[in-house]
């Protein structure tokens, strides 16, 4: 970490997130400065730097600044100066009066100033009215005093802009709010875990112990500590639970020096957010929402309802017949499809499921079931934005739309809108994709369920699972419910789909075959090497346009200036060659014309019922700032689901480029053509699994860039299996209902 000291000659704040400004070090010489940590400073003042000085090829030696404090030597002189700078109404005279007042103690001045400027007393040499500086406000001190302190572990200054909001009510009162705030963190600079968001046990960890020399087995980091492997060992892993050894191994892999059991007994002596139960370690959020759709589940299997449909069999066929004429001459469900849905729609289970590989017409079963039981109240949803699109465009003729399963629900800050006192309004909902459902979206599904409605799953259980925790397709399978296989295809006929199902089956053989074409190895991510795929993906996008296109690869963490195979550093190079002279957005490193990602849900309006959620993708299409240039206002974005949306300013830290997806950004979209660059990695993460979803987004074409023995290992790994008790809880939950029932 390199560490400079001078006067901030000039500054401008992008965003109010990022600056750029200009220190005037001693020496003489000038540095350009940028960063988050900046947005907090005054140009005038004396600051001390902390963090990596580079050569920019454009700009050049710059310090890309991680931390920043006052830098207020106790002389007459300076502080003279900074009164100067940072109060209106004061003046040279003025200000060398109140420093002649605090002669003899003028370290005094110099932490009041710094801490508590709110407090200083002109009183004593003047009758002007003076105050602090706007910008100078108590949580802005908090903050400046934080990154002061903390910054250097590498904390982003967002986070510390929400500690010290998080700090400012517990010390609002104080007579030193400063060194108060700062009191109150360090006391357990792990209780803000829980409330701070983006504050997380390692960055905790960091400040307690490289800053704090807080005691190692403390038992409030004891007990943050036994949350935080809990956590990430069920988040890494997909699991909802994780048994005794699972537990102590994630202990172990943060501080092999702790005890696990003194660690999980310090957590539940202080409250921590876990649950055990039958030696299993919950996260609580996960236990209630495992018991929660347990019990949904348990009561739809036990209660029967009235078929979709009440058609004799004559009358249904004849239906069914007159959806296939409607679909076009060259349209007819194949035999599988055709009893699945004639079962289906006069089941009088609750809960149907529909699995099947890719193009074997589980979608367009739906569109049939849209024509047969049009005088019923159906939605169609999928997980992602681009499933959705593409069942809309299947169902949109019998005036159905399909939306992603967040927008159905109505995504709120505190929740949802339809919940289990406010249901949907609705006798079928079919979700498409819906191996990607994780256990909490799964629960906010069910509980937004009327009692007499039918739920239909499409989904590939080939695929891989939800990113987030739980395995739900793949348990409901194992419960009572209306469940339906179709094996036949009715697409990629050719070669991609013989490679998919020689995938599924865990033993490819590596050779080039109708519409597929393998690179037999993976060249380093050199510049020969990279040219290679940019001019592959380049091609492809030639022949089909940039969003038919989709370069994927496993991993998306790496460095833009570190070759790698990995979306970071690839999306990088790949928007120098696409776009690189699109207009810049302030505060940003995107620009006009870049091809982005949605990184988290987002509500658009109040009501939320505008809402870009995880995994959305699109094209910024141009950019509104305020007159100074230096705050963006919006983004206008075209999105690959067709809509046109204005995303805005504040929330820039959520959009990624996406020339280049991971996988499991891929999931739930179609491709004409599809380029796949296949790296090992650890077999909990890379496995057939994600070979076999990369495989099958391909539509028409696929090629397939790796080490043909890496690709045959990697497909003969099954995905690891998740810890649930979702099937175990839902049996037990029909038990204790059935024997209520009979007593």
């Given at each position: 970490m390199d560490q400079v000291a001078g006067?901030?000659?000039?500054?401008?704040?992008?965003?109010?997130?990022?600056?750029?400004?200009?220190?005037?070090?001693?020496?003489?010489?000038?540095?350009?400065?940028?960063?988050?940590?900046?947005?907090?400073?005054?140009?005038?003042?004396?600051y001390r730097l902390e963090g990596r000085i580079v050569n920019h090829p454009k700009y050049g030696p710059q310090i890309l600044v991680a931390a920043a404090a006052v830098d207020l030597p106790c002389s007459a002189d300076a502080l003279a100066a900074h009164l100067k700078a940072n109060f209106r109404g004061c003046g040279a005279a003025t200000a060398r009066k109140l420093v002649d007042h605090y002669a003899g103690r003028l370290h005094e001045l110099r932490d009041l100033l710094i801490e508590n400027p709110h407090a200083v007393d002109f009183s004593a040499v003047t009758r002007r009215r003076i105050a602090a500086a706007e910008g100078l406000d108590t949580a802005a001190l908090i903050c400046r005093d934080l990154s002061g302190r903390v910054g250097a572990t590498g904390i982003r200054p967002a986070v510390l802009r929400r500690l010290a909001d998080w700090l400012l009510p517990l010390v609002a009162d104080a007579a030193e709010p400063v060194r108060q705030a700062w009191n109150v963190f360090g006391a357990d600079p792990y209780a803000p875990i829980r409330q701070v968001e983006g504050y997380v046990f390692p960055a905790a960890d960091r400040i307690a112990l490289a800053c704090l020399a807080f005691p190692r087995f403390h038992q409030a980091r004891m007990a943050a500590l036994a949350t935080h492997a809990l956590r990430d060992g069920c988040e890494r892993n997909g699991h909802s639970f994780l048994d005794a050894d699972g537990l102590a191994e994630r202990i172990a892999a943060c501080d092999?020096?702790?005890?696990?059991?003194?660690?999980?007994?310090?957590?539940?002596?202080?409250?921590?957010?876990?649950?055990?139960?039958?030696?299993?370690?919950?996260?609580?959020?996960?236990?209630?929402?495992?018991?929660?759709?347990?019990?949904h589940l348990a009561r739809r299997a036990l209660r029967m309802a009235a078929p979709m449909v009440a058609l004799d069999a004559a009358a249904l066929e004849a239906e069914i017949s007159a959806a296939e004429q409607a679909m076009g001459q060259d349209f007819?469900?194949?035999?599988?499809?055709?009893?699945?849905?004639?079962?289906?729609?006069?089941?009088?289970?609750?809960?149907?499921?529909?699995?099947?590989?890719?193009?074997?017409?589980?979608?367009?079963?739906?569109?049939?079931?849209?024509?047969?039981?049009?005088?019923?109240?159906?939605?169609?949803?999928?997980?992602?934005?681009?499933?959705?699109?593409?069942?809309?465009?299947?169902?949109?003729?019998?005036?159905?739309?399909?939306?992603?399963?967040?927008?159905?629900?109505?995504?709120?800050?505190?929740?949802?809108?339809?919940?289990?006192?406010q249901p949907l309004q609705a006798d079928i909902v079919v979700v498409d994709e819906s191996s990607m459902l994780d256990l909490l979206l799964a629960r906010a599904l069910f509980d937004a369920l009327p009692p007499d409605c039918h739920l239909i799953l499409l989904g590939d259980t080939g695929q891989l699972?939800?990113?987030?925790?739980?395995?739900?397709?793949?348990?409901?399978?194992?419960?009572?419910?209306?469940?339906?296989?179709?094996?036949?295809?009715?697409?990629?006929?050719?070669?991609?789909?013989?490679?998919?199902?020689?995938?599924?089956?865990?033993?490819?053989?590596?050779?080039?075959?109708?519409?597929?074409?393998f690179s037999r190895s993976l060249p380093p991510p050199d510049d020969v090497g990279l040219s290679r795929v940019v001019h592959a993906y380049l091609d492809a996008v030639r022949r089909c346009g940039l969003e038919r296109v989709a370069l994927l690869m496993p991993r998306r963490k790496g460095d833009i200036h570190a070759p790698g195979w990995n979306t970071t550093y690839i999306n990088e190079a790949l928007r120098q060659?696409?776009?690189?002279?699109?207009?810049?957005?302030?505060?940003?490193?995107?620009?006009?014309?870049?091809?982005?990602?949605?990184?988290?849900?987002?509500?658009?309006?109040?009501?939320?019922?505008?809402?870009?959620?995880?995994?959305?993708?699109?094209?910024?299409?141009?950019?509104?700032?305020?007159?100074?240039?230096?705050?963006?206002?919006?983004?206008?974005?075209?999105?690959?689901?067709?809509?046109?949306?204005?995303?805005?300013?504040?929330?820039?830290?959520?959009?990624?480029?996406?020339?280049?997806?991971?996988?499991?950004?891929?999931?739930?979209?179609e491709y004409q053509e599809v380029i796949v660059v296949c790296t090992t990695g650890s077999p909990a993460f890379v496995h057939r699994g994600m070979l076999y979803t990369a495989f099958s987004r391909a539509r028409e074409r696929l090629t397939v860039i790796g080490d043909p023995a890496a690709i045959q290992a990697i497909c003969a790994r099954p995905a690891p299996r998740r810890n649930a008790r979702l099937v175990e809880c839902a049996r037990q939950a029909a038990r204790r209902m059935h024997h209520a029932g009979h007593r």
């Open positions: 006067i901030l000659s000039s500054l401008a704040v992008y965003n109010d997130k990022w600056g750029r400004g200009n220190v005037r070090l001693d020496d003489g010489k000038r540095l350009t400065c940028v960063g988050e940590a900046l947005a907090g400073l005054s140009a005038g003042n004396r092999p020096e702790v005890p696990p059991e003194a660690a999980l007994e310090a957590a539940q002596k202080i409250g921590e957010p876990l649950v055990v139960k039958d030696g299993c370690h919950y996260p609580a959020q996960l236990y209630h929402c495992e018991q929660a759709l347990a019990l007819a469900l194949d035999a599988g499809q055709r009893s699945a849905l004639q079962r289906m729609l006069t089941s009088s289970h609750m809960v149907h499921t529909v699995t099947a590989g890719p193009g074997c017409g589980k979608t367009a079963m739906m569109e049939v079931l849209a024509h047969v039981a049009r005088d019923r109240r159906i939605l169609f949803c999928a997980p992602t934005g681009k499933a959705a699109k593409v069942l809309s465009g299947r169902v949109r003729r019998y005036g159905c739309g399909a939306v992603t399963v967040h927008s159905l629900l109505g995504v709120r800050d505190e929740g949802y809108l339809h919940d289990e006192e699972a939800s990113v987030g925790p739980g395995d739900v397709l793949a348990n409901i399978l194992l419960l009572p419910g209306d469940h339906h296989r179709l094996h036949q295809g009715h697409r990629n006929d050719g070669g991609i789909h013989d490679l998919v199902q020689q995938c599924r089956l865990g033993a490819v053989a590596c050779h080039d075959r109708p519409g597929v074409r060659v696409l776009n690189p002279s699109g207009e810049r957005i302030p505060g940003s490193a995107l620009r006009v014309g870049d091809r982005v990602i949605i990184r988290r849900n987002l509500a658009l309006d109040e009501q939320g019922l505008a809402l870009v959620v995880n995994g959305d993708t699109g094209t910024v299409a141009g950019c509104e700032a305020d007159e100074a240039g230096t705050s963006v206002l919006h983004l206008a974005l075209a999105l690959d689901d067709g809509r046109e949306i204005l995303f805005p300013g504040g929330a820039l830290d959520s959009l990624a480029l996406a020339y280049a997806l991971t996988v499991h950004a891929a999931q739930g979209s």
